[in-house]
């Protein structure tokens, strides 16, 4: 335990993975705390984007990774013999870098998650609707397509289609949410409009952002780590690192002498 | 400047002309399945045209259950009775190769990898590729004395019988074209799936199978053309003998093999020999409109 107040949302010990034989985190440490926003930075390749999706277990489709080491998330070893995946992904929402919604209509995209966890309980339509509300409003989507629920998900833009992948998770009432650079695909305006959903989003989830755009990062998050060549180089409140950083990688990184 | 510098830009050498012939080439063949097509059909209507216009009535043609073109005082020429047989036949066809090849779709795409996936690919299209007069004959030699057996019936050439048969003879293409479908999905959507908790069966039912349904009907509109058009198996399997079936223990006969047995025997140019390519136009027509439809419907699935 450490002795720090704030609970932790994610604790990782001397984790390391491989993709076949090639090795792509080395004895990953890391103590994110709840409750807030963390950033991942790094140049590409630096195993930002496989810590993330290691998270939530997604990794695990490939189907050639290896883990050793621990992911603790609330406390709980995710990769422990006893956990079921099913309850993982429940817990730990993801966002991708590019938007994914589901070919199906708005209203069925964000109550796919909800629908799945209800445990064989059909919910009434009343209280589908309830959800569906709640958690386009959640996501300042609502106005826009509220007259448009039973439309294709995937006819929306972009950003309003990141935003609805957002708003699935809500019902579910994650834990913890992954986001693996969740506005790349967007323009300036919509970037904009999900990072200050993000931000709005602080107080109930603890959130976990990839990101190569530093200023982002600077811009979103409390807490940032920087990674490269799958290892952790420095971990600390955003405001340090991009003020005083700690270590000659970050600083170089950070001033754009590489990445 | 050291080197010569030609001016012959109008310079035609044997290059352009080989790429000019391939072009040529490439094109014949590729207008001549078109042209095919065409012939064919203008020859059939050419055949049983002077029968449509001056011997059928196309109410009795189409509505009267009697075919008896070689009684020789008064022919009759009534198709209901073969368009029931065929019509029995794929439909129960269907209901043996739909869940079957579905199934084997799904299990070759979704779940099988590797060295099985390949396997088994290989397996489907080896299927697909059995001659269809084989699985008449397995129809004749196995089905018929299975089904005597099993249901105490005095026959077993029937509509169970070749519908069984056709519908696994449908089956490998179906799956073929089903897997095709199931594969053009996109991962990102399984993977969003996934990523929220569902298991494979909510992934396959909830997101691929409504993702693919073009395709996936696509495939048993194809599968009904096939059905609709085979001829061999049938005629073999069905105890071709003109009847409107009751139930599914009765014998029938199917268009196809109607003209199959008797086109051999008539005078060309009799009435007879005109009511055949009649038959024959109208299996065209109705290919024509399934394959057609099957293609608009998988066409749809790109576009939408």
Redesign the interface.
């Known amino acids: 335990m450490t002795t720090d107040s704030q609970a932790l949302a994610i604790r990782t010990r001397d984790l390391n993975l491989w993709y076949g034989t090639f090795q792509a985190l080395f004895d990953v440490d890391l103590k994110i705390k709840q409750g807030i926003i963390t950033s991942l930075i790094g140049p590409s390749g630096c195993g930002k984007s496989t810590f993330l999706r290691s998270v939530n277990r997604i990794n695990e489709r490939l189907g050639y990774v290896r883990i050793n080491g621990a992911i603790e998330v609330l406390g709980k070893n995710i990769y422990d013999e006893d956990v079921e995946l099913v309850q993982v992904r429940k817990q730990i929402g993801m966002v991708f870098q590019r938007p994914n919604p589901l070919p199906i209509s708005i209203r069925d995209n964000v109550l796919f998650g909800y629908n799945i966890h209800t445990q064989g309980r059909r919910p009434s339509y009343r209280e589908q609707d309830d959800v569906v509300e709640n958690a386009l409003r959640q996501v300042l989507l609502w106005d826009e397509v509220k007259d448009k629920l039973k439309s294709k998900a995937t006819e929306l833009s972009l950003e309003e289609q990141q935003k609805l992948c957002i708003a699935r998770l809500i019902p579910v009432k994650p834990g913890v949410l992954l986001m693996d650079e969740p506005c790349s695909a967007l323009d300036p305006k919509g970037t904009e409009a999900v990072e200050e959903l993000i931000w709005e989003l602080r107080d109930n989830y603890t959130i976990l952002i990839v990101t190569h755009n530093m200023a982002q990062a600077r811009r979103t998050s409390e807490e940032c780590i920087f990674m490269l060549m799958g290892k952790v180089i420095e971990h600390t409140a955003t405001n340090t690192m991009f003020v005083t950083p700690a270590q000659q990688e970050t600083a170089d990184y950070i001033e754009g002498r590489y990445g | 400047m050291n080197h010569p510098v030609t001016t012959d830009f109008d310079r035609r050498d044997r290059d352009w002309y080989m790429d000019k012939l391939v072009q040529l080439v490439v094109f014949v063949s590729g207008i001549s399945a078109i042209v095919f097509v065409i012939g064919i059909f203008i020859f059939i209507t050419k055949e049983g045209m002077g029968f449509i216009l001056d011997t059928m009535d196309p109410v009795e043609f189409f509505t009267s259950p009697y075919w008896e073109p070689s009684d020789e005082d008064a022919p009759e020429y009534g198709i209901l009775a073969l368009i029931a047989g065929t019509a029995s036949v794929t439909g129960l066809a269907l209901l043996v190769s739909i869940p079957f090849s579905l199934g084997a779709a799904v299990f070759i795409g979704e779940f099988s ?1 590797g060295k099985t996936r390949e396997f088994l690919k290989i397996l489907i299209e080896l299927l697909a590729a059995i001659p269809s007069v084989v699985w008449g004959f397995i129809g004749l030699t196995i089905m018929n004395p299975l089904i005597i057996d099993i249901f105490d019936v005095p026959v077993g050439l029937s509509v169970l019988n070749a519908g069984i048969i056709l519908g696994l003879m449908t089956a490998p293409i179906m799956t073929s074209i089903a897997e095709d479908a199931l594969k053009a999905v996109p991962d ?2 399984r ?9 494979r069966w ?1 992934v396959i039912f ?2 691929v199978f ?2 693919a349904k073009n395709g996936l009907l696509g495939a048993v509109l194809l599968g009904v053309g096939r059905g609709f058009g085979e001829t061999m198996a049938v005629l073999l399997a069905t105890g071709h003998s003109v009847n409107i079936p009751h139930s599914i223990f009765d014998p029938v006969r199917a268009l196809t093999a109607t003209i199959a047995a008797e086109l051999g025997e008539t005078a060309v140019g009799s009435d007879h020999y005109q009511a055949l390519f009649t038959i024959g136009i109208f299996l065209f027509a109705i290919t024509f409109i399934i394959n057609l439809t099957a293609d608009l419907v998988v066409r749809g699935v790109r576009n939408g």
């Open positions: 990898t990102r959507y993977e969003a799936a996934e990523a929220m908790g569902a298991t909510q909830k997101v409504p993702a």
